[in-house]
């Protein structure tokens, strides 16, 4: 094992999203509980600024990390601009790569699914290790119109293939888990450990609480359904950011982190992202959660938690326009079985740790 030298290790994190630097924050603050001399300098760009508030890298470099992900305004893919975009990814693996060479002096390399990370390991002869609940060859070439030409996908399946070991929690599509059979490790869920677990205020409400993406992307959505809202028999904890003021609403403070207030919370309504579902079934607290159009993480979670039964959905235009009925029929008919499951599921967590020792060893 190599965790009592002092090794420096390079992340790579893509641009799309905020779970994945949750996750790898985890990660990396288990390697460095495990072996403290253990330095990381951390590579993203879109959400640098979170990256360096919520990581323990030593450094950090804004380079954008070639992936990128478009949306219309209701929330399907757009697309015609992922389809411009990956067209011109050939030329940016290019000039990615001549970039990161000369700099490049590492022991091994942490990344979600950022394949240039793992190729260009496996030139400079040091180990890879990936992080994460699907693949982004998997999700491109789930959307139809087709946005990724088969040489590409291709290009990305050899990219992973090149990565020491690939770590995937529950939940990871079967698929991808035979596509990297060779490579992949299964391990627990992954979610924060430090969690500061805050209380809400005093009430004899039903708690509700209403999470929005990392990116802030259902904010209208959310001011639009709860300014319809006049049910008082329930208390919903939304960002103070929103503007949602009367008895019925618990501002939280926008820079605290919403699964802070999930253990004291009775209920969870938003998007079925991974961080959302992991930390929901972690806590064991039932999950209302709203349908994103033509999402195929959104679209595999929601059918892996209907097959379980630790969850219920809602539409979004649902969601925006009777949000108090829908929440109503919900408690009536499919909150309490919900909770029973959510109390017997066998799911663990500690995927950290478990992550962090095979790494460690792995050296």
């Known amino acids: 094992m190599a965790q009592h030298q002092k090794l420096k290790a390079k992340v790579y994190l893509s641009d799309e999203g905020y779970g994945h630097i949750v996750r790898q924050r985890a990660v990396m603050t ?34 954008y990390n070639n992936i990128s992900w478009h949306k219309k305004e209701d929330s399907s893919p757009d697309t015609d601009r992922i389809q411009t975009h990956f067209k011109g990814y050939p030329q940016m693996v290019e000039e990615f790569m001549n970039e990161e060479r000369p700099a490049f002096n590492y022991d091994y390399v942490l990344s979600d699914f950022v394949y240039e990370a793992f190729n260009l390991a496996r030139e400079k002869a040091v180990p890879s290790f990936g992080v994460s609940h699907f693949t982004w060859d998997w999700f491109f070439n789930k959307i139809y119109p087709r946005v990724i030409t088969d040489h590409l996908f291709d290009y990305f399946t050899q990219a992973a293939n090149n990565a020491t070991k690939l770590y995937f929690p529950p939940f990871t599509p079967s698929e991808i888990l035979k596509h990297y059979q060779s490579k992949a490790v299964e391990v627990p869920f992954i979610v924060k450990e430090d969690v500061e677990h805050k209380q809400w205020p005093a009430t004899d409400r039903l708690k509700v609480l209403i999470m929005d993406s990392g990116a802030g ?8 359904a709860l300014n319809k809202s006049d049910k ?41 992202g991974f961080n959302t579902l992991s930390e929901c079934i972690a806590y064991r607290k039932p999950m209302l959660l709203i349908s994103e159009s033509m999402n195929p993480e959104m679209d595999y979670n929601i059918a892996e938690l209907k097959k379980l039964r630790l969850g219920a959905f809602i539409s979004l235009d649902d969601f925006c326009s009777r949000l108090d009925d829908a929440l109503s029929s919900f408690l009536k008919y499919e909150f309490t079985m919900i909770d029973r499951a959510m109390q017997d599921h066998t799911f663990k967590t500690g995927g950290a740790h478990v992550i962090a020792t095979d790494i460690l060893n792995s050296l």
């Open 232 to 272: 008082g028999e329930w208390c919903y904890g939304v960002q103070k950011s929103l503007g949602l003021n009367g008895s019925q609403f618990f501002n939280i403070p926008d820079g605290d982190l919403l699964i802070d207030y999930v253990r004291d919370a009775d209920l969870i309504v938003g998007r079925p």
């Open 217 to 224: 992307l259902m904010g209208m959505h959310i001011q639009q």
């Open 30 to 63: 288990e390697i460095q509980r495990l072996a403290p001399d253990h330095q990381y300098t951390l590579q993203t760009h879109k959400h640098i600024d979170f990256a360096r508030q919520n990581t323990p890298a030593k450094n950090y470099i804004n380079r």
